[in-house]
């Protein structure tokens, strides 16, 4: 072969820009459709890990999704908000003994809870393909699927899992790494690039490209600069002055109503409830469903909330929560602002 030939065919047999692809899906037990676990805890599930990749994945309408828990009943969201599972592990596993073709795992408050955990290992040993989001990487090295891997996390805890995990090959400079079936992202906001990653594996690019635009994302891959997420000194001190002047605390309520957007909702709430300064909570009559049906248990109106301007019909998930951003800096100031821009790891683009 020709230099010139060699150099044109190891160039186009690079891997996409940003480094990393999910393969394409394979059909197994004769599936139409492969079948999609989104998993929490219901003590304390991160809910941009959850709530994100749910709604990405639901308006796809490429697979057949279902909201679990590690038992049935409400889970609790952290920053905000409480979600309806659909069904809990057990109940899983009776309907579907062969097991998830993927499987979505956010960060929970009890990552080495061993029912969790051995049930992820159970999931991956049944020929899962497993996508943490944030540090749900946690729960995967807990129950032993992390050994001699590349992986990712949120950079909060990148020390900590080295510590615990010091057989993994830990990345930076990526929003999310793939690893045959083991598949991990960076802080909160890759939950959204690397479902439109799984998208991609699933029905194609043209799919994605379309779901991208309607969600207001330009670009899915895995490309990232993990030196501009951290906490500088002054960062810390934000969030230890916002903390402390409880007198400043302002509790606000995100009106919800029928058919909501679970991605919009999801990004906007996790905004509002990193500020140090507020506690959010969603406002409805009673029980709410999501655009695919997911059941919100928000409070009761109360007088004692700040009700949070809604976007229009027409703005896209991410213009939610540039907005909501911008609200944050003129009520609590551009300090606060980037601090929660640092905790959801947004590569924010130029203003």
Same mark, same amino acid.
């Given at each position: 072969?020709?230099?010139?030939?060699?150099?044109?065919?190891?160039?186009?047999?690079?891997?996409?820009?940003?480094?990393?692809?999910?393969?394409?899906?394979?059909?197994?037990?004769?599936?139409?459709?492969?079948?999609?676990?989104?998993?929490?805890?219901?003590?304390?599930?991160?809910?941009?890990?959850?709530?994100?990749?749910?709604?990405?994945?639901?308006?796809?309408?490429?697979?057949?999704?279902?909201?679990?828990?590690?038992?049935?009943?409400?889970?609790?969201?952290?920053?905000?908000?409480?979600?309806?599972?659909?069904?809990?592990?057990?109940?899983?596993?009776?309907?579907?003994?062969?097991?998830?073709?993927?499987?979505?795992?956010?960060?929970?408050?009890?990552?080495?809870?061993?029912?969790?955990?051995?049930?992820?290992?159970?999931?991956?040993?049944?020929?899962?393909?497993?996508?943490?989001?944030?540090?749900?990487?946690?729960?995967?090295?807990?129950?032993?699927?992390?050994?001699?891997?590349?992986?990712?996390?949120?950079?909060?805890?990148?020390?900590?899992?080295?510590?615990?995990?010091?057989?993994?090959?830990?990345?930076?400079?990526?929003?999310?790494?793939?690893?045959?079936?083991?598949?991990?992202?960076?802080?909160?906001?890759?939950?959204?690039?690397?479902?439109?990653?799984?998208?991609? $594996?699933?029905?194609? #690019?043209? %799919?994605? /490209?379309? +779901? &991208?635009?309607?969600? !207001?994302?330009?670009?899915?891959? @895995?490309?990232?600069?993990?030196?501009?997420?951290?906490?500088?000194?002054?960062?810390?001190?934000?969030?230890?002055?916002?903390?402390?002047?409880?007198?400043?605390?302002?509790?606000?309520?995100?009106?919800?109503?029928?058919?909501?957007?679970?991605?919009?909702?999801?990004?906007?709430?996790? $905004?509002?409830?990193? #500020?140090? %300064?507020? /506690?959010? +909570? &969603?406002?409805?009559? !009673?029980?709410?469903?999501?655009? @695919?049906?997911?059941?919100?248990?928000?409070?009761?109106?109360?007088?004692?909330?700040?009700?949070?301007?809604?976007?229009?019909?027409?703005?896209?998930?991410?213009?939610?929560?540039?907005?909501?951003?911008?609200?944050?800096?003129?009520?609590?100031?551009?300090?606060?602002?980037?601090?929660?821009?640092?905790?959801?790891?947004?590569?924010?683009?130029?203003?």
């Amino acid at each position: 072969m020709r230099p010139a030939l060699l150099t044109l065919f190891l160039l186009l047999s690079l891997p996409t820009l940003g480094g990393e692809r999910l393969p394409a899906y394979e059909p197994r037990f004769g599936r139409e459709r492969p079948l999609v676990a989104v998993v929490g805890d219901n003590r304390m599930t991160e809910l941009a890990d959850y709530l994100v990749p749910y709604g990405i994945l639901s308006r796809a309408d490429v697979a057949d999704l279902v909201a679990l828990a590690r038992d049935p009943g409400p889970i609790e969201m952290m920053p905000a908000l409480r979600i309806q599972a659909q069904a809990g592990l057990t109940e899983f596993d009776r309907d579907h003994p062969e097991g998830a073709d993927y499987l979505i795992v956010p960060a929970v408050h009890h990552s080495d809870d061993p029912r969790l955990t051995t049930w992820l290992a159970e999931q991956a040993a049944k020929g899962a393909t497993l996508l943490a989001i944030c540090d749900g990487v946690l729960l995967l090295g807990h129950a032993g699927l992390l050994q001699g891997r590349r992986a990712t996390g949120h950079w909060y805890s990148h020390e900590e899992r080295e510590e615990l995990f010091p057989e993994t090959d830990w990345q930076t400079d990526r929003r999310y790494v793939v690893d045959g079936r083991i598949v991990s992202s960076a802080g909160i906001s890759a939950a959204v690039p690397l479902s439109l990653a799984l998208v991609e $594996a699933i029905a194609g #690019t043209a %799919r994605a /490209e379309h +779901l &991208a635009q309607e969600i !207001g994302v330009q670009d899915w891959s @895995a490309r990232h600069a993990s030196s501009d997420f951290g906490f500088s000194s002054g960062d810390y001190l934000t969030a230890a002055g916002n903390w402390l002047a409880f007198w400043r605390h302002q509790r606000l309520g995100l009106v919800v109503t029928e058919g909501f957007d679970e991605v919009a909702l999801a990004l906007r709430a996790d $905004a509002y409830g990193r #500020t140090f %300064r507020s /506690e959010v +909570l &969603a406002v409805a009559p !009673g029980p709410v469903r999501s655009h @695919a049906g997911l059941l919100l248990l928000p409070l009761q109106p109360r007088s004692d909330l700040q009700l949070l301007p809604a976007p229009n019909e027409q703005t896209t998930a991410m213009a939610s929560l540039e907005l909501a951003l911008r609200d944050i800096a003129e009520r609590y100031g551009a300090a606060t602002e980037r601090l929660v821009i640092q905790q959801l790891e947004y590569p924010r683009a130029p203003q």
